[in-house]
C-alpha cells in the first residue's frame, strides 16, 4: 500500500528565501505525482502534476521534481512571498489508478 | 466553466444524526471523489463515482455511502452521526478520474462538526 511521507510538517520563512519541499512515497510505481496547495479551512488547488516520464515541471516561481527510483519529489518555491504561506501536500495515484494517496502536507509561513 | 461547488459550506449536527453533502463537478467531468480530512490523520480516501457507478470505495464503515446522478452531481451520506465524523469532507472532480495524466480538482469542501 502507497504511503507519502511529507517533510518538514511546517516551516517558517523570510520574505524573499528561496525553499525546497520534500515528498517521498514507498512505491515507485507511479502513473503520476501532484502538488497541492491549501489555504485554511478551504478546498485544494492542483499546482503541478508530473508524468511518469517526467523529471520536472514549472509553472512561474514553482519547479517540482520526481526521482520515482529513490520515491522522492522535491517543490522548490523561489523569491517566497507572504502570500504563499499555506499548506502544500503531495498525492500520488493508489496502485495505478485513483484514489490519490495524500501526505499530511508541510505548513509553509512567509514572514514579510 | 466554474469550479467544484459544494453544499453546504458549514454543517452542525449531533451525534446520532445523519446528514447529506452534496458535490457539483466541472461540467463535462465525470469522476467524483469524496475525501475526508482531520488533522490527526490528513486526507483519506471515501469513495469514486464515475457514470453513476461506484467504482473504489476507501476504508470507512458502512455509516459513509454515496451516490451519483446521471448529472455527475454526487452526494454522500453519513448516518448515525459521531463525535469523531467531525471534520472536512472534500469533493474533487476529474474527466475520466483515471491516473495517468489528469489533474484532480476539489471543492472548498463542507466543515462537518458532530456535538
Known amino acids: 500500500k502507497q504511503e507519502v511521507t511529507q517533510i518538514p510538517a511546517a516551516l517558517s520563512v523570510p520574505e524573499g528565501e528561496n525553499l525546497v519541499l520534500n515528498c517521498s512515497f514507498t512505491?515507485?510505481?507511479?502513473?503520476?505525482l501532484q502538488w497541492f496547495r491549501q489555504d485554511p479551512g478551504k478546498g485544494l488547488t492542483s499546482l503541478l502534476l508530473?508524468?511518469?516520464?517526467?523529471r520536472e515541471q514549472t509553472s512561474g516561481r514553482l519547479n517540482a521534481s520526481l526521482d520515482k527510483s529513490s520515491g522522492r519529489s522535491t517543490l522548490y518555491i523561489a523569491a517566497s512571498q507572504p502570500g504563499d504561506s499555506a499548506t502544500y501536500l503531495c498525492?500520488?495515484?493508489?496502485?495505478?489508478?485513483?484514489?490519490?494517496?495524500f501526505g499530511k502536507g508541510t505548513r509553509l509561513s512567509v514572514i514579510a | 466553466k466554474a469550479g467544484v461547488t459544494q453544499t453546504p459550506r458549514y454543517l452542525i449536527k449531533t451525534r446520532g444524526q445523519q446528514v447529506t453533502l452534496s458535490c457539483s463537478p466541472i461540467?463535462?467531468?465525470?469522476?467524483v471523489s469524496w475525501y475526508q480530512q482531520t488533522p490527526g490523520q490528513g486526507l483519506q480516501f471515501l469513495f469514486e463515482y464515475f457514470s453513476e457507478t461506484q467504482r473504489n470505495k476507501g476504508n470507512f464503515p458502512g455509516r459513509f455511502s454515496g451516490r451519483q446522478f446521471s448529472n455527475s452531481r454526487s452526494e454522500m451520506n453519513v448516518s448515525t452521526l459521531e463525535l469523531g465524523d467531525s471534520a472536512l469532507y472534500l469533493c474533487?472532480?476529474?474527466?475520466?478520474?483515471?491516473?495517468?495524466?489528469?489533474?484532480?480538482?476539489f471543492g472548498s469542501g463542507t466543515q462537518l462538526s458532530v456535538l
Open positions: 508530473i508524468q511518469s516520464s517526467q
Open positions: 512505491d515507485s510505481a507511479i502513473y503520476n
Open positions: 461540467s463535462g467531468h465525470r469522476s
Open positions: 498525492a500520488v495515484p493508489d496502485s495505478g489508478n485513483t484514489p490519490l494517496v
Open positions: 474533487a472532480s476529474s474527466s475520466t478520474g483515471t491516473a495517468t495524466n489528469e489533474k484532480l480538482f
